[in-house]
């Protein structure tokens, strides 16, 4: 069936350093959602790509979709103690229905330390 | 705009024992979704709906689970049997149209003893 995987599971960084976690669906994706969950909290939206190799910028953050639509990044510059939690990618899933029918991706829980 | 309001938080329940879990979605969104999160499996889609109508329950794990909508601001997710497999946190999510971004409740914690 489809996956969404995601890489790094976890990751532990400086505040201040940069962060960077990898999407990849075994599937074409017609757009691409990321949701951040902070601990004991729940998934919050952050951004929709669509297009093809597109970009998108959200204060430090930097959101990329692939030129195959099948791959996805998330760039945190220089890292904020407000950044710890899970960052999930989520698609469409392949098996029809609503385009908001979501899968979501296995999660990269990001710590920092001040 | 309250967000999707699920009840209760927390939730402790003995092996065999039924277990309702609630859910109240933004007014005006036409689907809503159950997700169940464990470490294991993750954020897994269990049923959503459109217009209050059941679309896809494929993700509902055995028949002990069942849910429902009766109207557009209610839904409910039960278990009956609930079984130590079933804890969890179940979160409910709902959104305005297709292509849209999902608004998510503050989730129940179910733990089955």
């Known amino acids: 069936g489809q996956q969404v995987m995601q890489i790094p599971q976890y990751q532990h960084v400086q505040e201040g350093e940069d962060f960077t976690t990898y999407c990849n669906s075994s599937?074409?994706?017609?757009?691409i959602q990321w949701y951040k969950q902070r601990p004991g909290g729940h998934p919050v939206f952050l951004i929709q790509l669509v297009k093809s190799g597109e970009v998108k910028k959200q204060k430090r953050l930097t959101f990329q979709f692939g030129e195959a639509k099948k791959n996805s990044s998330l760039h945190i510059t220089a890292t904020q103690t407000t950044d710890v939690g899970t960052y999930f990618c989520?698609?469409?899933?392949?098996?029809?229905?609503?385009?908001?029918?979501?899968?979501f991706g296995t999660g990269t829980l990001l710590a920092v330390q001040p | 705009d309250a967000g999707v309001i699920q009840s209760p938080r927390h939730e402790v329940t003995e092996m065999g024992q039924e277990v309702t879990l609630r859910c109240k979605p933004i007014s005006g969104h036409d689907y809503l979704f159950w997700y169940r999160q464990t470490m294991m499996r993750g954020l897994e889609l269990l049923i959503y709906?459109?217009?209050?109508?059941?679309?896809?329950d494929s993700g509902m794990p055995e028949d002990r689970f069942s849910a429902k909508m009766p109207n557009a601001s209610f839904s409910t997710l039960k278990i009956q049997p609930s079984e130590p497999r079933d804890s969890a946190v179940y979160f409910c999510a709902s959104s305005l149209g297709e292509d849209q971004k999902l608004f998510f409740g503050s989730g129940t914690q179910l733990s089955v003893l």
């Open positions: 599937t074409t994706l017609s757009n």
């Open positions: 989520a698609g469409p899933t392949s098996e029809g229905g609503a385009t908001n029918k979501l899968i």
């Open positions: 709906f459109n217009n209050n109508v059941p679309i896809d």
